[in-house]
């Protein structure tokens, strides 16, 4: 896929409304959002961030880049040339929060965005998994929380082994991503909904199905790229089972949808040099991680971004745009690994 370019909408030459204060001096970034929740939401998780941090966090970036499609960022990095001064934002599980208000509000901007899906769930608008869990550990009394932790299996050797920092959901979360791949097992479907149905509540967040996608896609700056059928841990798959979660969901994509482009977003961010080399060879061109860094001047097998969460939202943007996490990395001699650690009881 040497030859892949940028669609012609995504032209540098095409007019830009807005003009960066300062350069950002790292090489640029590609921001990752999930969804944008209205401001007041009873939604529990971390990765869903208030349509006010959103425009905060969009304030903040402008400050020092632009916003350019993802394409052309990625072209732009694979060619070699300089991204000095251009961010990209992308949209992880294609949520369909993403429509309404903070639709109108990117139209607004004119803030190009890429809407990474899981085709699986795209299918019929399905809630994931851990939505619900996030809804459902504060509604529900600890002894409960864990009569239902025992009941899926979970060992207490991830209980016990499971870094604090991370929070009491870390156990559960790790859990089913080493045992199950990522994927909620079926036979535990009705324990999950059992919950649900005493606690009272079930999650409002859910996927976009394709038909309400296919309107998202429609927007000026739109793009939709890859993010598996079934968003599993793909280095725990078999080769021919990775691979074909990330062709089978390029091509319904492609089936559904215009503005696809060849880039993968690694799923929970996971991935080894062996799920980089068969992305390659499912024809994309780019895999984007969750490694949290800013871009580098020359192209590499993975391409890194910054997760943005309602924890560091705001407080903590400045500092990562300007790479200041990796130079006291530096400073101190620590060296970034190659891969992040594959979840187990201690990781």
């Known amino acids: 896929m040497t030859g892949w370019k940028a669609p012609s909408h995504t032209s540098r030459d095409s007019p830009r409304r807005f003009s960066p204060l300062h350069r950002l001096p790292t090489g640029g970034a590609i921001l990752c959002f999930h969804s944008i929740t209205p401001s007041r939401s009873d939604e529990h998780g971390d ?13 903040i970036a402008r400050r020092w880049g632009e916003f350019v499609p993802l394409s052309e960022l990625i072209a732009r990095h694979r060619q ?20 309404g208000e903070f639709k109108r509000f990117v139209e607004r901007e004119r803030i190009p965005i890429a809407i990474f899906v899981v085709t699986g769930a795209a299918t019929s608008g399905k809630t994931y998994w ?21 009941v899926c299996g979970v060992s207490d050797a991830y209980r016990a082994g499971q870094p604090r920092a991370y929070g009491p959901l870390r156990p559960l979360r790790q859990w089913i991503l080493a045992t199950y791949a990522g994927r909620w097992p079926r036979h535990l479907e009705d324990e999950l909904e059992r919950l649900e149905g005493e606690v009272g509540y079930k999650t409002r967040q859910r996927a976009m199905t394709f038909a309400e996608l296919s309107q998202i896609d429609k927007m000026p700056g739109v793009e939709i790229g ?17 691979q ?20 993968l977003a690694v799923p929970f961010g996971l991935y080894d040099e062996r799920t980089l080399r068969l992305a390659a060879a499912a024809g994309m061109v780019a895999s984007l991680t969750l490694s949290g860094e800013t871009l580098g001047s020359t192209f590499q097998s993975s391409v890194p971004r910054m997760c943005i969460t309602k924890t560091d939202a705001r407080a903590k943007l400045n500092l990562r ?3 200041v996490p990796s ?3 530096a400073c101190v001699g620590r060296r970034p690994e190659p891969f992040p650690a594959l979840p187990s009881a201690t990781t």
Request: glycine letters at 6%; proline letters at 5%; charged letters at 25%.
């Open 321 to 323: 745009l300007l790479g």
């Open 226 to 242: 890859v993010h598996t059928v079934s968003h599993p841990v793909l280095p725990l798959l078999a080769e021919a089972d990775l």
């Open 244 to 263: 074909k979660e990330i062709q089978d969901a390029h091509d319904a994509l492609r089936e559904h949808l215009e503005n696809t482009i060849p880039v």
């Open 327 to 329: 130079l006291l990395r």
């Open 130 to 150: 851990w939505d619900r869990v996030d809804n459902l550990f504060p509604r529900t009394p600890g002894e409960r929380w864990r009569r239902f932790e025992e």
């Open 47 to 59: 990765a869903h961030l208030s349509l006010d941090d959103f425009v905060s966090c969009v304030g």
């Open 80 to 99: 070699g040339r300089s991204t000095s001064g251009l961010l990209a934002a992308t949209f992880d599980d294609g949520y369909a929060a993403l429509q």
